[in-house]
């Protein structure tokens, strides 16, 4: 049963990933914890499930890509994976499920607030920032999207460059995060198998279904409905820690 809870998370956070370009992890992490997965494999599947859909998004959008944005959250990423991988195997997991929890509802609030915000002037060395805290999240909580999506969604890039730079972001963040959790023991290798070969074509339908349905729906109404989702599972995770 939380093979199949689990497998319906999985397919919705995807559509809404799918559709928003940032959704996934923000809505399958704290629904996989409250089905009862533990942080280790939560973070295994996401991080293994994300990377093979983005796949699909960098061969279609790689033309959007700007290059020195995305480097630069690569770069700034690299430490950011080894310090979580530490702070993972290090403390408790009930106290990152609550800083799971309170980042989630932190971020969607953000979001929400930059959605209406008008532009403000670029910081440089934001990109090494936003990638550094991404890549501590992404290896404590698999939730490596936050930041970036803060940074572009502040920065108010157009559409189709915000989709491909996270899909690039994410492809090889995910991949260097996978690694290093292997190097560290904190792989979970039951969220590889049977799960990610369970949930693997719910994730591909869902992605693509919302990468279909998204861009037809009114997009600042979309995403409203989405944040309020996050907001309310990240607060129930919190709140279950």
Partial sequence: MELIAGGVSILLASFLGGATGFGFALVATPLLLLIGFP??????????????????????????????RVIGLILGAVPGLWIGTQVLTGVDESTIKLCAGVVVMAAALLLLRSMTAPPPKPIPGAPLAAGFAGGFLGSTTS???????????????????????????????????????????????????????????????????????????????????????????????????
């Fill in 39 to 68: 942080l280790p494999f939560v973070i295994t599947a996401n991080l293994s499930l994300a990377l093979v859909t983005r796949v699909m998004i960098v061969v279609r959008f790689h033309g959007d890509v700007a290059p020195p």
């Fill in 143 to 241: 939730l490596n999207g936050v930041a970036p999506v803060l940074l572009l969604a502040r920065d108010q890039v157009s559409p189709r460059s915000f989709i491909a730079d996270l899909a690039v972001y994410f492809v090889v963040t995910n991949a260097l995060a996978l690694v290093l959790l292997a190097l560290e023991g904190a792989l979970a290798r039951s969220a590889l198998y049977p799960a990610f070969l369970l949930w693997l074509p719910g994730s591909l339908a869902g992605n693509w279904l919302g990468t279909v349905v998204g861009p037809r729906l009114p997009e600042r109404t979309f995403r409203r409905i989405t944040l309020l989702i996050v907001l309310v599972a990240g607060g129930v995770t919190a709140l279950t820690a």
